[in-house]
Each structure stands twice: as structure tokens, then as C-alpha cells.
């Protein structure tokens, strides 16, 4: 049961209701959109008993709350507290904040675009979900020879299961237009009127035209791209409309001057470039299916964690919807996510298993049991992020099922949530059914194994690492010796935009921010440059002792390709000592555009216990250890 008290402290975290743009929800998380992003208190919303953790990402500040809880709250928050609602999907237009994190215009125009398309289809995925799953129960059955597909009982419930899908463009054009801020009901007849049988009939034998001009044979039956930007175009005739019409017929001649304008328009133009940017997007996916071939759900399952850790997989599901009621099918994102999903799922119960202590053997059978039902954060944030050797033997599990889910050639034809529930979706054909078996049950067997073997510790592990501790000289901290990479301000880490760096979702960390035109970022220790990235934005140091230093300049500066990042005489594998310098960086001219926080990760501490000092002024060089 919700506590209005700590409904209360998550929105006094957030910076009170009034800096509150919108409240959205999904499985797990609830997703502000906030007008001033510097006023919530992350230290408070942390501390709140029902928050097991934040991300910030999208324009969004995200509680995690876990499944149950966060729909009780979302409920009685939104009862109490007055302000916009998102989408379940949580996509946020990027518009009005009052801090000015905007983002550059081609990324606030795709997440315009992507909360346009998202919340047109949201309020009807239910319904699409469920006339899709009485076809896939029809499959089974006929598979399992229950059902004669030849029958009147087979003929009926497939045309109820069509009609929705069928019918897509008068369910978009409805949602679309509210979404849109114009007549919705215009917006449901626009749509009925480009799937209207008679007309479209009549386009395809070639007998219409308009104004002399042709009308291009696209079929809108089942598509979404096409209504919305013909719902688009319809906002700015009805303000026209509604300008030009005679108050004395205003009650039918708004709606009069709308149709003359619009339908024209979307015959004429509109919709046949809807049709080119699905028909474009189906064939982009596809090609990438075609040259990644059994790789795709592989490596889309792999940068999944990542993805849903910041909470920008939720784009994804709009797009393999749209890929879906094109082409019948998506061969990447949902195969992707069956094997993410499975994997977490596998991960979780070995980790359950191995574990010693009950708290642990209880968070991983339940974060299990939750996975296979295609929730994944409670082992994602619970098991995973945690713990490294999971994580990585997590990723292993991916890349192998995911191999297979490709080589059997997996593919979804129903919106599901990729889970135990996804089978008898899969059941389009009797390969396809056992296509989804298979990649479900290697998904779970690959993940389980790796992590059950490799994943925690064993007791002899852990004996003979007692047994170093008591017999070889350690190093201590004072031995250690990490500085500064330049002189600016060393900040407190959980300000970092970037939840990966933020929760220290990579290992221990320190964080800095630097000021001028240009800086140079030094080695922060001595050892070898054991890793560079092409685009000079972040390198690796090795110690001598094995312990491994990462630094990252910016977040999202990898989008730069470079442009602000130069190398100064250095080369993978050249020996440093600290304080060398390793890059310039141009803060002037990337400082535009991205958060240039620079980040310190020690990825791997070999055992030792040390603290990065408290924030504050830092020179070149100065010891950054307690």
C-alpha cells in the first residue's frame, strides 16, 4: 500500500510539484519531466525508502521503484499532485525546460518525433497486442491439430483478430490527433477515409485523379506513419479553418474546409511520403538483418543493459510496432529482447543459487522469476549492474544465445514482451514457434551456466585470496599513487548527467570539471596506455600492480567523432608516468553541446580499499587519494 508521506518526499525531491512538467510510469520507473532538472535533490530521492535507484536520460529524472510499487504510487500521486501525464512510454518532447537542456536540434527533433509516434500508439498497443495474440492462439491450435484451420470457428475469430491491425490508421488518427492537440474524431475519420475500400479500389484500378494529377497505389491499410503526418498536416488546416469560416456555418463548415484541404493533401503528398519513411525504415532494419545476419540479436542484445539501465530502449518498441505492421515481422529488436531478457533471467537464478546469504539467494530467484516474465530492471539494478563478474558473464550469456536466436532465425510477429508469453505468439508456423524455444531457453541456459561457474566467487577462491592477504606484502594506499588530470574542480561523481558514471555503474570513481578554452588531460597515474578510443575522448591506463584507470572526457562525446580532441604524442602501449599529458581537449567548442564532465573509473581495484578525496580545487598532479 502507498504512503502519501513518502509520495511526498518523491515529489520534494523532485523540486516540489511546481517543478514538475510531467509524470509518466512504466514497469518500473517513474519518469519526471522536469522544468529545472538542478533543483531536484538526488541525495533525498535516494534516501526515500521505496527508491532503489535514479537515471536521468531523455530529458526524464527516473525513480526506479520496482514492479507493483511504482503503479501504486503513480496512482496516488496523481491523485494528490496536479500536472501534465506522459505517455506510458515515457518519451518526453524536450521543450520549455527552464535550465535550457534542450540538446541539439536534430535530438530534439527525434524526440519529438519519437513522443509524437509514441504516444499515438500507446493508448492502442493493448488492444493491438491482444487481436494479434487470438491469431497466435489460432496458429497453436491448428499446429496441435485442435483446430481446423478450414473452419467456420477458425474464419471468424481470424477476421476479429485482422480487424484491429486492419484498422490501425482510424485508431492512430484518433490518438494521434489528441496527442497533436487538434480533433481527435477528425483525426479517426481521416484515417477511415484513406482505408476506405471503395476509394483506395479505385486508385489502385487507376480511374481517379485529382486536379489532373494522379494518385500514387499506396495501400495505408495497417500502416502509422502515413495518418500521423496527415493528422500533423490536419492541425495547422483546422487553425486555418477556423479563421476563415463564417461564424453562421462554423458548426459544419470548419469540418467542410478541413476535408477539402487536407484529404487532397494527404492523397497528393502526405501519405505517399509516409509510405516512403516506412517503407525506409522497414528496409533499414531489414538490411541490417540481412548484412548482420545471426549477429543482430547478438549485438542489439548485448547494448541492451545499457540501454535500458538509461531507459532509451523504450524508443525502441514504437519502431519494431511500426516494422511490424509493415512488413508482418521484426527480425532484430524483439529476438534482441527475448534474449536480453532470458539472459537477466539466467543470470539471477544462478546467482540466487550461489549465493550465501538468504537476502541474496532472495533478490535472485525473484529478479529470476521476474525476468522470465519479461521484467528485467529488478535483475538488471538488483544482480547484474552490481556485481562486475556478473555483469560480464551476464554479456556472454547474450552473445551466445544471441548467436543462436540468429542461426535458428527467430522472428516476433506480435508486440509482446518477450517472455514466456512470447511462445504461443511465436507460433506464426511450427518453426517459428520452436525458433522462439529455442532462443528463450538458451537465453536462460547460456547466462545460468557462464554466471553459475563464472560469475561469484568459489570457496577456493576465496580461500586463496585470504590466504594472499595474510602472506604476501600488500600494497597499501599511500603506494598508489592517482592524481589529478589537470587543474580545474574535482566534483562530486553522482552530479554526472551519465547514470553509468553517476551510480558508478563501472567501478569506483572520481569526477572533475575543468574551465578555459583548451586543456590538457594528463596520464593519472604511472603505467601503459593500454587503451585509446579512436575518437580521443576517453583512454585507459594499466599500473604496474594490474590496477586498470579509465578516463572518459564528456558524456556522449563519443557522438563528436573526434572533432575537439587531439592526441599529443602518444601512442597505445607507450609507457607513462603521471601527470604526462595524453590529449587536448577543446572545451570551448564542445562545451556547446555536451555535459564535459571528465570521469576517473578505477574498473578493477584488485582488492584494495582506498577513497578518492572530498570535491574541491585540484592541481595537475596532486594526489586525488585519501
Not at 573509473?601 to 596532486?622: C, H, L, M
Request: aromatic share 8%; hydrophobic share 45%.
Amino acid at each position: 500500500m502507498a504512503d502519501i508521506n513518502i509520495a511526498k518526499q518523491i515529489i520534494d525531491a523532485v523540486g516540489g510539484e511546481e517543478n514538475v512538467k510531467t509524470l509518466g510510469h512504466c514497469m518500473t520507473r517513474l519518469r519526471f519531466a522536469l522544468k529545472n532538472e538542478n533543483k531536484a535533490d538526488d541525495a533525498a530521492a535516494k534516501s526515500i525508502k521505496v527508491v532503489k535507484g535514479l537515471s536521468k536520460s531523455a530529458g526524464q529524472y527516473q525513480m526506479i521503484l520496482g514492479t507493483g510499487v511504482v503503479d501504486d504510487y503513480y496512482d496516488l500521486i496523481d491523485q494528490n499532485y496536479t500536472f501534465g501525464k506522459q505517455d506510458y512510454t515515457g518519451v518526453v518532447e524536450t521543450e520549455d525546460l527552464e535550465d535550457g537542456s534542450k540538446g541539439n536540434p536534430l535530438t530534439r527533433a527525434i524526440g519529438k518525433a519519437l513522443g509524437i509516434l509514441s504516444g499515438s500508439i500507446a493508448p492502442w498497443l493493448g488492444c493491438i497486442m491482444g487481436s494479434l495474440m487470438i491469431s497466435a492462439i489460432l496458429s497453436l491450435l491448428t499446429s496441435l491439430g485442435l483446430l481446423n484451420a478450414e473452419s467456420s470457428t477458425y474464419a471468424f475469430f481470424s477476421t476479429v483478430s485482422g480487424v484491429c491491425v486492419y484498422s490501425l490508421p482510424v485508431l492512430i488518427g484518433f490518438s494521434a490527433a489528441e496527442k497533436l492537440q487538434t480533433n481527435k474524431y477528425m483525426g479517426a475519420l481521416l484515417g477511415a477515409i484513406m482505408i476506405y475500400p471503395g476509394l483506395m479500389n479505385a486508385i489502385a484500378e487507376g480511374s481517379v485523379s485529382l486536379f489532373g494529377l494522379s494518385i500514387q497505389n499506396f495501400s495505408y491499410t495497417s500502416t502509422i506513419v502515413p495518418v500521423i503526418l496527415a493528422v500533423w498536416v490536419l492541425k495547422y488546416v483546422e487553425k486555418l479553418a477556423k479563421k476563415i469560416c463564417p461564424q453562421v456555418i462554423y458548426i459544419f463548415g470548419v469540418t467542410l474546409i478541413e476535408l477539402l484541404i487536407t484529404v487532397p493533401l494527404v492523397y497528393l503528398i502526405v501519405g505517399p511520403i509516409g509510405a516512403v519513411i516506412t517503407n525506409g525504415i522497414s528496409s533499414l532494419v531489414l538490411s541490417i538483418y540481412a548484412h548482420a545476419g545471426m549477429l543482430a540479436p547478438a549485438v542489439a542484445g548485448a547494448i541492451m543493459p545499457l540501454a535500458v539501465m538509461a531507459g532509451v530502449h523504450l524508443g525502441l518498441f514504437p519502431i519494431a510496432t511500426l516494422m511490424i505492421s509493415d512488413v508482418g515481422f521484426d527480425p532484430v529488436i524483439h529476438p534482441a529482447l527475448m534474449v536480453y531478457n532470458m539472459s537477466i533471467a539466467g543470470a539471477s537464478f544462478a546467482y540466487g543459487l550461489r549465493s550465501k546469504k538468504m537476502d541474496d539467494k532472495s533478490l535472485g530467484i525473484s529478479s529470476g522469476i521476474s525476468g522470465l516474465l519479461g521484467i528485467s530492471e529488478a535483475g538488471l539494478f538488483g544482480v547484474v549492474l552490481p556485481n562486475k563478474r556478473v555483469l560480464a558473464t551476464t554479456e556472454i550469456g547474450i552473445l551466445i544465445s544471441g548467436v543462436i536466436t540468429g542461426l535458428v532465425g527467430y522472428k516476433c510477429y506480435v508486440p509482446l514482451s518477450q517472455s514466456v508469453f512470447a511462445i504461443p505468439a511465436a507460433a506464426h508456423d511450427d518453426f517459428n514457434l520452436i525458433a522462439c524455444t529455442i532462443s528463450l531457453v538458451s537465453g536462460l541456459a547460456a547466462s545460468f551456466v557462464v554466471t553459475y561457474l563464472f560469475g561469484m566467487k568459489s570457496k577456493k577462491d576465496s580461500e586463496d585470496d585470504h590466504q594472499r592477504t595474510a602472506n604476501e606484502v600488500e600494497t597499501t594506499v599511500d603506494d598508489v599513487k592517482i592524481v589529478a588530470l589537470a587543474d580545474g574542480e574535482m566534483i562530486d561523481v553522482t552530479a554526472v548527467s551519465d547514470p553509468v558514471f553517476s551510480e558508478k555503474a563501472l567501478g569506483e570513481s572520481a569526477a572533475f570539471r575543468f574551465a578555459g578554452d583548451k586543456v590538457v588531460l594528463c596520464a593519472p597515474a604511472n603505467g601503459i596506455l593500454s587503451a585509446l578510443f579512436p575518437t580521443c575522448h576517453a583512454y585507459g591506463i594499466t599500473m604496474e600492480n594490474g590496477m586498470e584507470l579509465m578516463v572518459h572526457c564528456g558524456v556522449n562525446t563519443v557522438e563528436s567523432d573526434g572533432d575537439g580532441f587531439q592526441i599529443l604524442d602518444k601512442k597505445l602501449g607507450d609507457h607513462v608516468k603521471a601527470g604526462d599529458p595524453i590529449v587536448e581537449v577543446d572545451l570551448k567548442k564542445l562545451s556547446a553541446q555536451y555535459d564535459m564532465s571528465t570521469i576517473l573509473v578505477v574498473t578493477n581495484d584488485n582488492g584494495k580499499d582506498f577513497e578518492f578525496i572530498a570535491p574541491g580545487s585540484v592541481k595537475k598532479g596532486q594526489s586525488i587519494l585519501k
